[in-house]
């Protein structure tokens, strides 16, 4: 429709120039229409005019009646073929249901003549395929205006052939890139490829992902499963890989509100291995249980407590007490304070605790292993049955 508008207009213009020059001089003309009762007195513009808008109205209910009789037999046509499919409908079914490989001959076929896109949408379907050198191959021939597209599509081969340096490079390089100004129609969904991309680096690479220029590209369930991958490959760390952590930690330390509950506590287990930030670890696990008590953040700061060289057991009953008094009836922090007692000396408070929560298992621990006194042997077996239930502490008290 779109199209037959502007060629309507372009007729009008050239139509209208020619009578401008065939009437300088000797005016608008004049036109006399009589036909049974109707007389119509009028001149060659008017006349002009009508034709064309006559015209156009005519053309347009044609391509309209055309298009929604067409829809219509759509609806009810019953398709055998795959290529009985309009060339949109293919490229949405292959869409749909990520059909790339299947049918890698037409999607060739319809891009062929794109200068725009050909380039890139090899690159796709190579890498679908698993040809990543190919792949690459395709992108070094794609146009220049689809240089984000084709980055994009070059950072997916890299991530997929394990190339983390090359991969953020390209990743740093498009995050301060200005964006094209063809795409400023689908920058939402560029951004959102764009993080997508900075969440499966990170996750692949969580080590390498802390030395980005800046951070924030990461939603929170992309940051959530960073942290989890730092933790599970702790022991593969270097020297620059924690100087690079406990520098990012720090750039972030004063922004705790900002982030989720669940983020600070995967935080605090990263803190937790690093006992140069003993300080930070202290002061954000007090934050989370001034949030809300969470016994997994207790035990941790617990633990960094008694682990120090001279533990301040003053201290820790302090703390205790102020959360006894904030979050009251949890049997978890008699628990604890149990074995602050003990370590004291303070042994007949730390007896009259036992009497407290007579079926909580933590508390019956404690009046067995009590019980049992300086009998090693069976202690130890003790804390091999607690050990294994679920309700297990686990700290070295």
Same mark, same amino acid.
């Given at each position: 429709?779109?199209?037959v ?25 004049y ?7 109707l ?5 060659i513009?008017?006349?002009?005019? !009508?034709?064309i808008?006559?015209s ?5 209910i ?22 009985? !499919?309009? #060339? ?9 249901l990520?059909?790339?490989? /299947?049918?890698k &001959? ?19 379907? /190579? ?8 792949a690459?191959?395709?992108l070094?021939?794609?146009? @220049? ?25 390209? *990743? ?10 063809? !795409?400023?129609?689908v920058?939402?969904?560029y951004?959102?490829?764009?993080? &997508?991309?900075?969440? @499966? ?6 080590? &390498? ?8 590209? +990461?939603? $929170?369930d ?9 933790l599970?490959?702790?022991?593969? %760390?270097?020297?620059?890989n +924690?100087?690079?952590l406990q520098?990012r930690?720090?750039?972030? %330390?004063?922004?705790?509100?900002d982030?989720?509950? /669940?983020?600070?506590?995967l935080? *605090? ?12 670890h ?10 809300q008590? &969470?016994?997994e ?9 008694? !682990?120090?060289?001279?533990p301040?057991?003053?201290? $820790? ?10 979050? #009251? ?14 370590e004291q ?13 007579p /079926?909580h ?5 404690l ?14 077996? +003790? ?6 239930? %679920?309700n297990?502490? %686990?700290?070295?008290?």
């Amino acid at each position: 429709m779109k199209t037959v508008i502007l060629a309507y207009t372009l007729i009008i213009l050239i139509f209208a120039s020619i009578l401008s020059v065939l009437s300088y001089g000797y005016g608008a003309g004049y036109v006399y229409i009589y036909w049974r009762d109707l007389q119509i007195q009028t001149n060659i513009w008017v006349v002009f005019f !009508l034709t064309i808008l006559t015209s156009l109205a005519i053309q347009l209910i044609w391509v309209l009646s055309k298009r929604y009789f067409t829809r219509e037999q759509r609806k009810s046509e019953v398709i055998f073929n795959f290529k009985n !499919l309009h #060339p949109y409908e293919q490229l949405a079914v292959i869409s749909l249901l990520d059909a790339e490989i /299947d049918q890698k &001959d037409f999607i060739q076929n319809v891009f062929s003549n794109s200068g725009l896109l050909q380039g890139v949408i090899e690159s796709q379907l /190579d890498y679908v395929q698993g040809n990543f050198s190919q792949a690459l191959m395709s992108l070094d021939q794609a146009n @220049a205006m689809a240089f984000e597209l084709a980055e994009i599509q070059r950072i997916r081969v890299y991530l997929a052939q394990n190339e983390a340096e090359k991969a953020l490079t390209h *990743l740093e390089f498009l995050n301060q890139h200005e964006l094209s100004p063809w !795409l400023n129609d689908v920058k939402n969904s560029y951004e959102r490829t764009l993080q &997508d991309l900075w969440g @499966a680096f990170a996750i692949a690479f969580p080590w &390498d992902y802390l030395r980005a220029t800046k951070y924030g590209h +990461l939603n $929170i369930d992309k940051k959530i499963e960073w942290l989890k991958q730092l933790l599970k490959q702790f022991d593969q %760390a270097n020297a620059d890989n +924690l100087q690079d952590l406990q520098q990012r930690y720090l750039a972030l %330390a004063d922004q705790l509100e900002d982030k989720t509950y /669940d983020v600070n506590v995967l935080w *605090l287990k990263v803190l937790s291995h690093l006992p140069e930030l003993s300080e930070q670890h202290e002061a954000l696990a007090e934050y989370l249980l001034g949030t809300q008590f &969470d016994q997994e953040v207790f035990y941790l700061w617990f633990q960094q407590q008694v !682990l120090k060289q001279n533990p301040d057991y003053s201290n $820790i009953e302090q703390k205790i007490e102020y959360w006894e008094a904030k979050y #009251p009836a949890l049997p978890i922090l008699s628990f604890v304070k149990w074995h602050v007692f003990q370590e004291q000396g303070r042994f007949v408070e730390a007896e009259q605790l036992l009497e407290l929560y007579p /079926d909580h298992i933590l508390m019956n621990y404690l009046r067995i292993k009590s019980t049992l006194k300086d009998k090693d042997h069976l202690i130890h077996q +003790l804390n091999l049955i607690f050990e294994n239930n %679920a309700n297990h502490v %686990a700290i070295k008290i």
